[in-house]
């Protein structure tokens, strides 16, 4: 992580991370529960949580619309890279 901060010359942690990702998801109006499964917080406070069956495939489709996400601006963020580079 320290490579890339450094190569890149923006500074981040961890959490700057884990808010970039909870901040696409919510963009992608994903629902909170799959949020709250995919940043791995408890749900111990909350009773509706309680009554939900938990499948793990089901996070399969949230994780790859972020992915998609990602994907699609890092590729438009290299083609500009590349346009002022040329």
Do not use: C
């Not at 998609?68 to 890279?81: E, G, T, V």
Request: aromatic share 4%; net charge positive; no cysteine.
């Amino acid at each position: 992580m320290l490579k890339v901060a450094e190569l890149s010359g923006i500074p981040f942690t961890i959490h700057d991370l884990r808010r970039t990702f909870a901040t696409i998801a919510e963009s992608l109006d994903l629902p909170a529960y799959a949020l709250k499964r995919l940043l791995n917080h408890k749900m111990t406070n909350d009773v509706t949580a309680g009554y939900i069956m938990r499948d793990v495939e089901r996070l399969r489709k949230p994780m790859q619309r972020i992915t998609d996400h990602l994907i699609r601006n890092m590729a438009s963020q290299l083609d500009s890279l590349k346009e002022l580079i040329i």
